[in-house]
Nanobody
Framework: QVQLVESGGGLVQPGDSLRLSCAASGSGFSFDVMGWYRQAPGKQRELVASFPLRGSTVYAESVKGRFTISRGNAKNTVYLQMSSLKPEDTAVYYC?????????WGQGTQVTVSS
């Protein structure tokens, strides 16, 4: 069974930085794409950033220049470096991986940006 586990969320102040990590286990394949979505209270889940094995990274307009996605050397790991955090970045952040037409999701990690 494939499992994705996120870590690194927490409570930070505006302007702070935070790094999210995600590692998958139980797969015998490498995800074609890994990335991060987020969901704020009362809002739909939205794409934050994605990193395909082939192709270019994609970022939401709201995080361009502040967030950086990267994939680790270990298979099926992905990171999200978040800088200059704003209160509007507050959300549950979900890691995902896609192989063929199947998406796999982590349980989510809370990021709260508040003074």
């Amino acid at each position: 069974q494939v499992q994705l586990v996120e870590s690194g969320g927490g409570l930070v102040q505006p302007g702070d930085s935070l790094r999210l990590s995600c590692a998958a286990s139980g797969s015998g394949f490498s995800f074609d794409v890994m990335g991060w979505y987020r969901q704020a209270p009362g809002k739909q889940r939205e794409l934050v950033a994605s990193f395909p094995l082939r192709g270019s990274t994609v970022y939401a307009e709201s995080v361009k220049g502040r967030f950086t996605i990267s994939r680790g050397n270990a298979k099926n790991t992905v990171y999200l470096q978040m800088s200059s955090l704003k209160p509007e970045d507050t959300a549950v952040y979900y890691c995902y991986g896609r192989f063929a037409i199947q998406n796999y999701w982590g349980q989510g990690t809370q990021v709260t940006v508040s003074s």
